[in-house]
């Protein structure tokens, strides 16, 4: 019979020991940084570090004629910046992955000081491939141990569990209400995929928006997000899964993007809704949902009191929708459907306190309790400059509200983000 200390030992040493640090990244566009330098890849790491991100989920394809270069500046400026990655291999936008390349790509990388290992094995994902899932052993064979969490959602959770002897956990596409009408995001998805999972770590994805119009890849749907941000994240206190990845830092195509705008990395026909739509302030909160995620309770000290606040720039039936749908099978109708013309403010103090929102110098002020709290303020036909005060702090939004149809001849259905710091 083995002694205590003999069993304490050897869980210091198992795998499931090393998962025990709960971990947030960031899904990172490779594909949309042609052009980027090393000095853009730290400046990139260093606001995600600030915001309290452990690392990038470098997406990767398998035809971006620049994404080996890429990869080259990233896990070099991860290296010289204390900050994690892992590629998680895109198997659904472009092209087709064979094993030598899979293998290429990790081999390239996994002894990096920047690779996040868990148990000594680097992580490696995936958006979808499952018709890649029986070549994952031949992957391991070529380039040793791997701890593999792909996301294959489309299989769904019960398919999923028969290939367990496959995967070390699972990530999920899913951060997003998938109904067709307005609804909240509820946690009954990542609770079928963990219980399917069996005790294998689950990654468990948290996104901010979901607008895309690029009728050219037939993507026109807005998703409801009117109060995602602050859902979700108060959805992953409630699941404290193992791991969270951030839906997106850079796609600004399907506008989910909590990074800064870089103009070359946005796919032609997007500019119209992401020129002049900073959301840099959906960072403001992360501090304080990462420290709660980790302790596993929301009494933490709020990192920075302030508030952070988001909207359309125009009422939803200032002209027309652009055919935009309401969620991607566009049986919900018209995206109007799906969103409401409302401010929406997160505040964060560590008291009571009070917070005063305008639209146009008219507005209300909300009692808010201590900790975070989500209020909402209609636009009710008001215009001008959205004006947030907080804890003696005050903060004007990036854009006015207008009754001016934008000029593409149809509504943005993406937000502006501001933040009082």
Same mark, same amino acid.
């Given at each position: 019979?083995?002694?205590? $200390?003999?069993?304490?030992?050897?869980?210091?040493?198992?795998?499931?020991?090393?998962?025990?640090?709960?971990?947030?990244?960031?899904?990172?566009?490779?594909?949309?940084?042609?052009? =980027?330098?090393?000095? /853009?890849?730290?400046?990139?790491?260093?606001?995600?570090?600030?915001?309290?991100?452990?690392?990038?989920?470098?997406?990767?394809?398998?035809? #971006?004629?620049?994404?080996?270069?890429?990869?080259?500046?990233?896990? =070099?400026?991860?290296?010289?910046?204390?900050?994690?990655?892992?590629?998680?291999?895109?198997?659904?936008?472009?092209?087709?992955? #064979?094993?030598?390349?899979?293998?290429?790509?990790?081999?390239?990388?996994?002894?990096?000081?920047?690779?996040?290992?868990?148990?000594?094995?680097?992580?490696?994902?995936?958006?979808?491939?499952?018709?890649?899932?029986?070549?994952?052993?031949?992957?391991?064979?070529?380039?040793?141990?791997? *701890?593999?969490?792909?996301?294959?959602? +489309?299989?769904?959770?019960?398919?999923?569990?028969?290939?367990?002897?496959?995967?070390?956990?699972?990530?999920?596409?899913?951060?997003?209400?998938?109904?067709? &009408? %307005?609804? &909240?995001?509820?946690? /009954?998805?990542?609770?079928?995929?963990?219980?399917?999972?069996?005790?294998?770590?689950?990654?468990?994805?948290?996104?901010?928006? *979901?607008?895309?119009?690029? %009728?050219?890849?037939?993507?026109?749907?807005?998703?409801?997000?009117?109060?995602?941000?602050?859902?979700?994240?108060?959805?992953?206190?409630?699941?404290? %899964?193992?791991?969270?990845?951030?839906?997106?830092?850079? /796609?600004?195509?399907? $506008?989910?993007?909590?990074?800064?705008?870089?103009?070359?990395?946005?796919?032609?026909?997007? @500019?119209?809704?992401?020129?002049?739509?900073?959301? /840099?302030?959906?960072?403001?909160?992360?501090?304080?949902?990462?420290?709660?995620?980790?302790?596993? &309770?929301?009494?933490?000290? !709020?990192?920075? @009191?302030?508030?952070? *606040?988001?909207?359309?720039?125009?009422?939803?039936?200032?002209?027309?929708?652009? +055919?935009?749908?309401?969620?991607?099978?566009?049986?919900?109708?018209?995206? !109007?459907?799906?969103?409401?013309? $409302?401010?929406?403010?997160?505040?964060?103090?560590?008291?009571?306190?009070?917070?005063? !929102?305008?639209?146009?110098?008219?507005?209300?002020?909300?009692?808010?309790?201590?900790?975070?709290?989500?209020?909402?303020?209609? *636009? +009710?036909?008001?215009?001008?400059?959205?004006?947030?005060?907080?804890?003696?702090?005050?903060?004007?939004?990036?854009?006015?509200?207008?009754? $001016?149809?934008?000029?593409?001849?149809?509504?943005?259905?993406?937000?502006?983000?501001?933040?009082?710091?």
């Amino acid at each position: 019979m083995r002694s205590i $200390s003999s069993l304490l030992v050897a869980l210091a040493l198992s795998p499931m020991s090393a998962m025990a640090a709960r971990e947030v990244f960031a899904h990172y566009m490779v594909g949309n940084t042609y052009g =980027q330098t090393l000095d /853009d890849w730290a400046k990139d790491i260093q606001l995600a570090k600030a915001a309290s991100i452990d690392g990038f989920a470098l997406n990767a394809g398998p035809t #971006d004629s620049y994404g080996e270069e890429q990869l080259d500046l990233a896990y =070099q400026a991860a290296e010289a910046n204390n900050f994690k990655l892992f590629i998680s291999f895109d198997m659904l936008c472009c092209g087709t992955w #064979d094993v030598s390349t899979v293998a290429k790509f990790i081999n390239a990388h996994k002894d990096s000081s920047a690779q996040f290992k868990v148990g000594g094995k680097p992580m490696v994902s995936t958006f979808e491939g499952t018709n890649f899932v029986s070549q994952w052993s031949e992957v391991e064979s070529s380039t040793g141990q791997l *701890f593999l969490v792909p996301d294959w959602a +489309s299989m769904g959770p019960q398919t999923f569990a028969t290939h367990l002897d496959v995967v070390d956990g699972a990530f999920v596409w899913d951060a997003w209400p998938l109904g067709t &009408t %307005p609804a &909240t995001k509820t946690t /009954d998805s990542d609770n079928q995929w963990i219980s399917a999972i069996n005790g294998k770590p689950y990654m468990m994805a948290v996104s901010p928006w *979901f607008y895309t119009r690029l %009728p050219q890849y037939s993507k026109n749907w807005n998703w409801d997000s009117d109060t995602l941000w602050f859902d979700r994240w108060e959805s992953v206190i409630d699941v404290l %899964p193992q791991y969270v990845e951030i839906i997106t830092w850079n /796609d600004y195509g399907e $506008s989910h993007y909590i990074g800064p705008i870089r103009s070359q990395g946005i796919v032609s026909g997007a @500019e119209v809704y992401v020129n002049n739509m900073p959301h /840099d302030a959906w960072r403001f909160i992360l501090p304080y949902y990462i420290a709660a995620y980790k302790a596993g &309770t929301r009494d933490v000290t !709020v990192p920075t @009191e302030g508030a952070m *606040f988001w909207y359309r720039t125009t009422p939803k039936a200032v002209c027309g929708d652009g +055919s935009t749908t309401c969620g991607n099978a566009g049986t919900g109708g018209s995206a !109007v459907n799906c969103v409401r013309d $409302s401010v929406f403010v997160v505040t964060a103090s560590n008291t009571a306190t009070s917070v005063e !929102v305008t639209i146009g110098g008219q507005g209300k002020t909300f009692s808010v309790p201590k900790g975070v709290k989500l209020v909402e303020l209609p *636009f +009710s036909g008001r215009v001008g400059d959205v004006v947030v005060k907080v804890n003696g702090k005050t903060a004007t939004g990036p854009a006015k509200i207008t009754n $001016s149809c934008p000029s593409s001849g149809y509504v943005n259905f993406n937000a502006v983000v501001g933040s009082t710091s």
